[in-house]
């Protein structure tokens, strides 16, 4: 039995790792040194190209909570990254060329591991593949992978943020679809009065943007999503007209149609979290909490993930995948990494860990797993496989996919360390059970 990886980054590297420890020989294909994109430039394995930094390591952030699950799989990223840590105060930083060359070394040492080098446009001979291509595939293998998902492809992501169901201020808004067209609560409705609005206008038109790498700055990256920002700036009405727009609604704490309306949508079933409508945005994180608090429901709002914009190849996962990294229709076919939808440097790493195990037991004949949704890397994988997910886009660890607890808890650090025990417990009796 023989199974290939296509990409040597981070969910490639703990992809392979996976399967040389259930014994599978793997060959990893990984196009440098003869090829770089526009964003690599060491020719070593799993390199970080952005900050160097994998985030908080307590227990009660979903970044930690995500690397202590991982080290119960034996990640071959997070004991490379704790190996080459810098001081960074909370977060688990790397010296990113030492960091590299470590999970090179570790994976080029397995006996198992066969490292190919060479570009990858068609998928290789192999009993399974487990396509774990990043953000930046090249030209060649993203027309494959499009080819083979029916084109189910996004070359950019453009994202609006989301915040906590339980952090929005229902004092201040009111649930109705527009001209009460779906659900009664369909939608949560955040109004602003004319000063309100007015204040909001200049803080926009005002916010900083984020930089915009060189290889994001294509004529295509804006087309039919325009960023909120950039919409403000064509007149101080425009949004009024876009997506705060206040027409077929009626604020019943004023029994008035409101001068502007921003619409939150249900993220999830759960719904645990909750999306911007519209509100795709290119600003820095900093500026999206200052500006998009001055809407009066959100002014406590915690944002589970920011709105982003740049190039970012990733598939439509929910209709693609199962919860295992599999495709739905070529079962042998594996996923990892941020090309399914998951957003950061180690859910990237974590989606490789669980294509990586469910690979190996594939091709043993073995059922595949997914782990319990109450755990981090279980509702990651949920996610990206739910059908139900609406206009479909990257996610980060954050502690809204998790399902809430039954009891409630106002203080958000408890909260979170009680959620993050939760998950521990149930991975841990999970692992045991199924004797992995």
């Known amino acids: 039995m023989k199974a290939a990886v296509i990409g040597a980054g981070l969910a490639g590297c703990e992809a392979a790792w996976q399967l040389s420890i259930a014994g599978i020989a793997v060959d990893l294909y990984e196009q440098k040194p003869q090829k770089h994109s526009p964003a690599h430039k060491s020719d070593n394995f799993a390199e970080l190209v952005c900050s160097n930094s994998l985030k908080a390591e307590r227990l009660n952030s979903a970044a930690g909570l995500l690397k202590s699950e991982m080290l119960k799989f034996g990640s071959v990223c997070v004991n490379a990254a704790k190996k080459t840590a810098v001081p960074a105060g909370g977060a688990l930083a790397v010296d990113r060329e030492l960091f590299s060359a470590l999970v090179t070394e570790n994976i080029k040492a397995c006996e198992n591991i066969t490292v190919i080098n060479q570009e990858v446009t068609e998928l290789p001979e192999a009993d399974a593949v487990i396509i774990a291509a990043g953000p930046l595939a090249s030209e ?55 000063e309100q609005y007015e204040a909001f206008y200049e803080a926009i038109i005002n916010a900083e943007s984020a930089p915009v790498h060189s290889f994001d700055k294509k004529k295509d990256v804006y087309e039919g999503c325009m960023p909120i920002e950039v919409l403000a700036s064509r007149g101080k009405d425009t949004m009024r007209y876009g997506p705060l727009k206040p027409v077929g609604l009626i604020n019943p704490k004023t029994g008035h149609r409101p001068w ?49 914009m740049h190039r970012n190849t990733f598939i439509n996962s929910p209709k693609l995948l199962n919860s295992d990294f599999s495709m739905r229709e070529n079962p042998n076919i594996f996923f990892a990494g941020q090309i399914t939808g998951v957003e950061g440097y180690m859910e990237s790493a974590s989606a490789g860990i669980l294509a990586g195990l469910n690979c190996a037991r594939r091709l043993k004949g073995l059922e595949t797993l997914t782990l319990p949704e109450d755990t981090m890397m279980g509702a990651l994988s949920r996610y990206i496989s739910d059908e139900a997910v609406a206009d479909f886009q990257p996610m980060g660890a954050n502690f809204g996919v998790l399902p809430p607890l039954e009891e409630k808890i106002r203080d958000k650090s408890e909260r979170y360390m009680t959620l993050a025990k939760r998950a521990i417990a149930s991975l841990e009796k999970f692992i045991g059970d199924n004797n992995l």
């Open 140 to 194: 060649g293998l993203s027309e494959t992978i499009g080819k083979m998902c029916g084109q189910s492809l996004s070359f950019f992501d453009a994202a609006a943020p989301i915040v906590s169901a339980d952090s929005i201020d229902m004092e201040y808004a009111f649930t109705q679809s527009r001209y009460d067209r779906g659900g009664e609560d369909d939608y949560i409705n955040c109004p602003m009065d004319k």
């Open 260 to 308: 502007a309306n921003l619409q939150l949508r249900k993220e999830n079933a759960q719904g645990t979290m909750y999306n911007l409508v519209g509100f795709q945005t290119n600003l820095k994180f900093g500026e999206q909490k200052r500006v998009f608090s001055m809407f009066p429901a959100l002014h406590d709002a915690e944002f589970l993930r920011y709105g982003v």
